[in-house]
C-alpha cells in the first residue's frame, strides 16, 4: 500500500495542455479554420502537434510560415483575434483529459494536498475548458499567462500560482510536459515530474525530470515520494 500522507498540506501545480488535457486537435483546428479563410495550406496534426507548450499564437503563427505567408508575425497578429473566436467556441470539441487524470486527481485531493492549474493558457480560457470538461471543481485554482508578473518558464508563474491557493513553495511538486515547465520548476527549487506523452519538442526524458510519468495511475506516488525527500518547512 502506498503511503501518501506526505500529500497533506502539499501543493501540486499542474500544466494544462499536454499534460492534462489532450487539447492539440481543437487548437491546430481553430489554427486551420483561420487558413482556410484566408485560401491557405492548413495545418497538420503532427506538423502543429510538438510545438503547442510555445503557446497559440506562436502556433498560428507556424501555420502562416508553412503557408508560404511572407510576413507571418505581422499576418499572426491581425489574425489572432480570428484565432481566439474560434477556439473559444470550440474549445472541448475532441480535447479530453489523459487517461487516468481524473482518477489521479481525486486520489491527491483526498489525501488532502492543494491543486493548481498553472498554465502559459489565459486564465478565462482553461477556466472554461476545465469547466466543460467536469474538471474544474478538482482544482483549488487556476493560474493563467495574465494572472501573473512573469510567465513561464520563469518561476514567478509557479510561486505566485502555488501562493494563490495558499500553497508553501517548498511543500510543492511541478507536474508539465515540456521545458517551460521544467525551467520554471528548477528555478523556484521545487520537484519536477514530467509526462512523456505531451507537447514537447525536446523529448521529456531529456529535460531531466526527477520523475518521467508514463502514466497517471503513478502520479499520487510519485507526488508522495518527491515530497517525502524534502524536509518539513520550519514552523512560522
Known sequence: MINLTTLNN??????????????APDLIAAVNAVLLAENLK????????PYISRGARWLLQLGLENAGEQDPAGRTAALFGRFISHYTEHIADETLPFPGVIDALKTIRKAGAKLVV???KPTDLSRSLLTQLGMA???DGVVGIDAVTAAK?????LIEAVEAVGGDVRRTVMVGD???????????????IL?????SEIPAAELAPDILLHHFDDLAAACAALLSERPSPPEE
Request: proline fraction near 8%; charged fraction near 20%; hydrophobic fraction near 40%.
Open 10 to 23: 502539499a501543493t501540486i501545480a499542474f500544466d494544462l495542455d499536454g499534460t492534462l488535457v489532450e487539447s
Open 42 to 49: 492548413p495545418l497538420t496534426y503532427e506538423e502543429g502537434r
Open 118 to 120: 498553472c498554465t502559459n
Open 137 to 139: 471543481d478538482l482544482f
Open 153 to 157: 518558464p520563469h518561476p514567478a508563474h
Open 178 to 192: 515540456a521545458d517551460t515547465d521544467a525551467g520554471a520548476a528548477r528555478a523556484a527549487g521545487t520537484p519536477l
Open 195 to 199: 509526462v512523456d506523452f505531451g507537447y
